[in-house]
């Protein structure tokens, strides 16, 4: 059965960092490509960031580019979201997603594998 799990959440105060983790089980996440995600609440679920299976290219939400970054660890089958100089507006919940294709992206519709989502609170 396909899982992933995120964890690494947590609050931080204006200007911090966090590293997430997106676990993946039961399946191999070389030929995946993930999404990550973010809903706040009373707002619509958007894309935060994604990168590609095998080559790894990713690509960032313009409200995030130069913050954040993406990684993948094939071999412990999991993505590393990096969140820097976060902002108190960065305050959501963080879901990942899984798509069996080359190419990430950031539309929520086609994916249809999703991890349970992990709080991520900017507050001083």
């Known amino acids: 059965q396909l899982q992933l799990v995120e964890s690494g959440g947590g609050l931080v105060q204006p200007g911090g960092s966090l590293r997430l983790s997106c676990a993946a089980s039961?399946?191999?996440?070389?030929?995946?490509?993930i999404g990550w995600f973010r809903q706040a609440p009373g707002k619509e679920r958007e894309g935060v960031s994604c990168i590609g299976s095998s080559d790894g290219h990713t690509y960032y939400a313009d409200s995030v580019k130069g913050r954040f970054t993406i990684s993948r660890d094939n071999a412990k089958n999991t993505v590393y979201p990096q969140m820097n100089s976060l902002k108190p507006e960065d305050t959501a919940v963080y879901y990942c997603?899984?798509?069996?294709?080359?190419?990430?992206?950031?539309?929520?519709?086609?994916?249809?594998?999703w991890g349970q989502g992990t709080q991520v609170t900017v507050s001083s």
């Open positions: 039961g399946f191999t996440l070389d030929y995946y490509a």
């Open positions: 997603a899984a798509d069996r294709v080359y190419f990430c992206y950031m539309d929520a519709v086609p994916y249809e594998d």
